[in-house]
Structure formats: C-alpha cells, structure tokens
C-alpha cells in the first residue's frame, strides 16, 4: 500500500512538500511516481523515481520547480515542490509506475503500472494540495 502525505493549502509563490510511504520493501526493478488530477482535468503523470538508481523524470513543464526523491531505508518518496501557483492545485496520488530498462540502467515512466482504481495497492489515496490567495 502506499500513503500520501503533506497536502495542504499554501499561497502563491509556496512550497509544500508531499510523501510517499510505501509498506514493505519495493522489488529493485521498480518505479514510484507521482500523479495530479486538476480540477475538471484527466489525471496526469508528473514525476517519478526508480527504486534501483534512483533515476528520475519529469514532466517538462515542472522541470525545476518539482524535485522527486527517495529514502529506500524509509520505503518513503518525496516530491518537493516550489514556487506553486493556482494551475498546481489538484489531488496528487503516488503510484507504482513503469518501469523499463534503459542504456543509462532502470528508467521510469510518466504512466501508472496499472490504471488507478480506488483502494488499489498500486495507489495512494491520494493528497489535495490547494493553492490560493
């Protein structure tokens, strides 16, 4: 199972910063990656790590103000996020994602390993996080 935590409200111009713990130990080939639904939007893929490497990806448009990370001793990913704005606000879920072997070894992918359904041990529960003046 995975939990989320750190949501909030927070002002323009903020930083929050959300967890993932995970229960029990990930398979090495494996993947967490955090996941926003907006208001009104289809929910997307945002960052995500793998558990071997730690090798990261984001979404282009939050390169640099999102930092994913991960403490394997904690079963517990991180997503630092700054400098937020009104367009951030939304439900964030963690989730396993894919996983995939690459040249530069595990890469992971922007996509759920498995569709999200409520109660799914793939997923979290989900956090709101609300930015507003």
């Known amino acids: 199972q995975l939990v989320e935590s750190g949501g909030g409200s927070v002002q323009p111009g903020g930083s929050l910063r959300l967890s993932c713990a995970v229960a029990g130990p990930l398979p090495d080939f494996s993947s967490i990656g955090w996941f926003r639904q907006a208001p009104g939007k289809e929910r997307e893929g945002i960052s995500c790590i793998t558990t071997r490497g730690g090798n990261t990806k984001y979404k282009d448009s939050l390169k640099g103000r999102f930092t994913i990370s991960r403490d394997n001793t904690k079963n517990t990913v991180y997503l630092q996020m700054n400098n937020l704005g009104a367009e951030d606000t939304g439900v964030y879920y963690c989730?396993?994602?894919?996983?995939?072997?690459?040249?530069?070894?595990?890469?992971?992918?922007?996509?759920?390993?498995?569709?999200?359904?409520?109660?799914?041990?793939?997923w979290g529960q989900g956090t709101q996080v609300t930015v507003s003046s």
């Open positions: 989730a396993r994602s894919a996983t995939s072997s690459g040249a530069s070894g595990d890469e992971c992918g922007l996509i759920p390993r498995s569709p999200y359904i409520p109660g799914s041990s793939d």
